[in-house]
């Protein structure tokens, strides 16, 4: 079977077999760094060691039961939550506008929404806490919210540009005609058809902000740190296996999201 | 919806539906010095024109001619630079799209997909408060109308292209709008399918005497269904008339090329009097301009391969045929005149007619009162 091909063309299992095992590699090491975080978290050890020696859920408890991982738990989530907002608002009514209009503009203006993702985030950063400094966003849910959308809006904007690539605008035009005011329009006719898009936009947004360490390093301080922040900070004073208690849960977490955004996707 | 009532029996009429209906509901259009430029490009330049009450008003014209846009700025997506566009007495130039109460067809139809057949039609009414039992009666009745009775509850997506049309065009009409404009509503249907929706079209807007405009760029379906045809060229426009005026009294070199199958001679006219090769040509009313070098229209059906004297009534050249070509129903025949010009001689076929043979010398006849003669020699 595997060395006897069925046709003179046929390319066989066995000479393709280099490919398999280049294949496994690359997924080997894009995801065994990842998965290695999961049995530490489940180490009895006080180090990060591996493998773990013996088994126990002592980490996950000392993150349950720290009021100040649980504190930056929470601002992780509330700027999750207000960046997905506002950044699914903004980058859908960008996708929108950039799709509806024909002006020879939408082009630039495509390139500068997308901005963020090519910048390095480091100097992204920077630029922003010289930004806020001077009004006080600095160490605020309402600051980190406002970075972080920034980061946002270029991936809402692609997924929702890419969901409105079938869109007929005509219809919306056919509904204005019919005496359905233009932001009705858009709630009844366009949303409905573009809506997994937006949502799986909107996912994407939520761990992006969720997953942001660069920018809350330099913006999020005080009570106001955010859950990887203080990983980050955790990490670097003291080796302590929380942190991959805290990693499993997120991982957890992403990949749930991931996936519920990958199911969306695949039913427009 | 009061017409669509009489279509479905007396015994739906109240004594409420008595109200303004029919050419009395609908307004006429008038425009004014519209110009829109995009750039360089003139798509309207200083269009005019009067589209009366219920009327069936085609834009006909090559596509880039500005017909689309025209219907556009009716309908209140394109806002132009300048000029006036009024329904009955009311400027509306300034007026959002939602708020001009206007039924629109597109040529894609721009179903809702997301929606049911029966909630594509209720779009406009739920815009409107109708009540929900009102609203399925009237759902029931337009789907009637457009032959699609029991469809409701099908998804748009399970019905063929000519069900997509019949939906738009009810989805159009249902909240009896004052005005409907169609931009090439048929264009994406094949042959026959066309053909027969361009009867249902006409007897939809007779039944409801609603002011239609309607774009296209195909003369026939044009020919087929207007009360009358404005013809657009180059953003301008260039006749307007009723089809069969349009078609017999062309009074530009465009529209007579742009309608029909046309050839044209040179003729010099002096002292008001018209002649081609030095042959005298008449016309049935003096001529328009009294330029030296003008251009005789002439349409190959018009013309008629004669034997015997011209009749009273009748112009006659000579020419010599170079081929005739069997058509089934027809029979063309290329004829030189004058040595360069050619012309065609389309004439019925009849099997107990033979024709001239090439080579040979033939006279033509065509009827004084289908003599058209425009200044210049069309080469603008």
Known sequence: MLNRPATDTQVTHLQRLWLYVLCGLVIFFLIVPTLLVIPMSFSDSRYLDFPPESWSLRWYRAYFNSPEWLQATAVSFQVAFLTMLLATATGTLAAYGLHATRARSSRYMTVLLTLPMIIPVILLAVGIFLTFAPVGLNSTIGGLMLAHTILAIPLVMITVTAGMQNFDINQEMVARSMGASRPWAFLTVTLPQIRNSVMSGALLAFIISLDEVVIALLIAGGDKATLTRRMFLALRDEIDPTIAAISTLLIAFSVLMLTLSQILQSRK | M?????????????????????????????????????????????????????????????????????LMVLAGFVRPDNGSVKFGEREILLLPPHKRDIGMVFQNYALFPHMTVADNLAYPLKLRRVGKAEIRERVERALDLVQLGGLGDRGIEALSGGQRQRVALARAVIFEPRILLMDEPLSAL??????????????????????????????????????????????????????????????????????????????????????????????????????????????????????????????????????????????????????????????????????PEPGSEVRLSWLVQDTVILPGDGRT
Do not use: C, W
């Open chain 2, 2 to 70: 009061n017409d669509v009532t009489k279509t479905t029996g007396p015994a739906n009429a109240g004594p409420d539906e008595a109200g303004p209906q029919g050419r009395d509901h609908a307004l006429p259009i008038s425009v004014r010095s519209l110009t829109k430029t995009y750039g360089a490009f003139h798509a309207l330049n200083d269009v005019s024109i009067d589209i009366r009450n219920g009327e069936f008003m085609t834009l006909l014209g090559p596509s880039g001619s500005g017909k689309t846009t025209l």
């Open chain 2, 190 to 355: 094949d042959k026959n399918l066309r053909e027969q929706m361009q009867f249902e079209v006409r007897a939809l807007h007779d039944r409801l005497g609603i002011t239609t405009v309607y774009v296209t760029h195909d003369q026939r379906e044009a020919l087929t269904m207007s009360d009358r045809i404005a013809v657009i060229n180059e953003g301008r426009i260039q006749q307007v008339d009723p089809p069969r005026k349009l078609y017999e009294r062309p009074e530009t070199f465009f529209v007579a090329s742009f309608i029909g199958e046309t050839y044209r001679l040179p003729v010099e006219v002096a002292d008001g009097k018209a002649s081609l090769f030095g042959q005298p040509v008449r016309t049935d009313s003096p001529l328009g301009s009294n330029a030296a070098r003008q251009t005789l229209i002439l349409r190959p059906e018009m013309l008629h391969i004669d034997e015997g004297a011209p009749e009273a009534d009748e112009n006659q050249m000579t020419g010599t045929l170079r081929q005739s070509v069997f058509q089934g129903d027809s029979i063309v025949s290329y004829i030189t005149i004058h040595g360069d010009h050619e012309i065609a001689v389309r004439s019925q076929h009849r099997s107990d007619r033979s024709l």
